[in-house]
């Protein structure tokens, strides 16, 4: 690969680690602390003039604690004279807010993008993206990713006869359905309405689920409440079985109480944030996305094709 310097900020530095681990490069220091005064202080430990540098740094909570330090390790690798500066953001949670849905609010999607562009972010990389027209809101290339190839070959390694694929939301049907054609498996769908915040009401399974193991499939896990929904219409329709994926398993508020609850099988998640020990239920299995991560990173350093991954 040509000059590179991977840093990462502290929200996920574990998946940082494995991502420099796939790519062969050391993980390159970064001090991170706060003043007296609460004030964040960013040092990038290592020279970047002219290299091409990434920065992971998801969105997890913290979340605005971690979005500004990201734009200040950008900021400081610009003025650095670092030649393409990538933020890699496996986890966007500001892409739920895509649309202005309510009088007086903030389009929050695009001018996290606005600041990302000013702060001198030259390409963002993310991965599966809550609202996929949220692509549209930057102003520099995008990389958007999918866990789906990891996510695949997790059950493509079970027997999948009489299985189903079931999406809780028709915004969702269309990530559901490509899931569904890799494992060649039909596909279902919930008709979701959201109450609030932290409640959902799901009226209807649309497809025959009955007698058949589903695969609860969502981009990802916050307080659960759409997959207690949909687990809780599942079973009035006769399944055999159920295990729960996301790529995103935010896991905020009620959530671990909730899925402990729940009579699934398995939980299945991608490791775009980090999840704490205390979380981690006994049916709950992480995939790690850092080689998708690790190969994009490779492919957009030597100026070859990251659509090819998939």
């Known amino acids: 690969m040509r000059s590179i310097k991977v840093f990462s900020g502290s929200s996920h530095p574990e998946l940082a680690a494995e991502i420099c681990g796939y790519l062969g490069v050391e993980l390159c220091p970064a001090v991170h602390r706060r003043f007296s005064n609460d004030n964040l202080y960013i040092q990038l430990r290592e020279s970047v003039r002219e290299h091409d540098v990434y920065i992971v740094q998801t969105f997890s909570p913290p979340v605005q604690d971690h979005l500004f330090e990201l734009l200040m390790m950008v900021d400081a690798a610009r003025d650095a004279s670092a030649s393409r500066v990538t933020a890699v953001v496996p986890y966007y949670s500001y892409a739920r807010s895509d649309k202005k849905d309510e ?28 609202s996929a027209q949220v692509h549209g809101f930057f102003s520099m290339p995008v990389d958007h990713l999918t866990a789906q190839p990891v996510l695949a070959g997790h059950f493509g390694v079970q027997e999948l006869a009489d299985t189903i694929v079931v ?43 009955a007698h058949r193991h589903a695969i609860v499939f969502d981009d990802e ?67 790690s996305i850092a080689p998708i991560f690790g190969e994009a990173i490779r492919r957009i350093n030597l100026g070859e094709s990251v659509s090819a991954i998939f």
Not at 105 to 114: C, F, K
Not at 260 to 265: C, E, G, R, S
């Open 103 to 130: 009088p007086r609010i903030s389009i929050a999607g695009r001018m996290v993008a606005d600041l990302l562009k000013s702060a001198g972010v030259s390409r963002f990389l993310t991965m599966d993206l809550h």
């Open 167 to 209: 999406t809780p939301d028709i915004g969702n049907a269309k990530r559901a359905s490509q899931l569904a054609r890799r494992l060649g498996v039909p596909l279902a769908a919930g008709n979701k309405r959201r109450v609030a915040d932290d409640r959902v009401e799901i009226d209807e399974i649309v497809g025959d689920v």
């Open 221 to 287: 896990i916050a307080n659960a409440g759409t997959i207690v929904e949909t687990t809780r219409l599942l079973r009035k329709r006769h399944v055999t079985g159920i295990t729960v994926a996301c790529t995103h398993p935010v896991l905020s508020g009620p959530a671990v109480e909730r899925l402990a609850a729940l009579d699934v099988d398995q939980i299945i998640a991608a490791n775009t944030v980090p999840i704490a020990a205390e979380k981690r239920l006994p049916n709950l299995r992480v995939l």
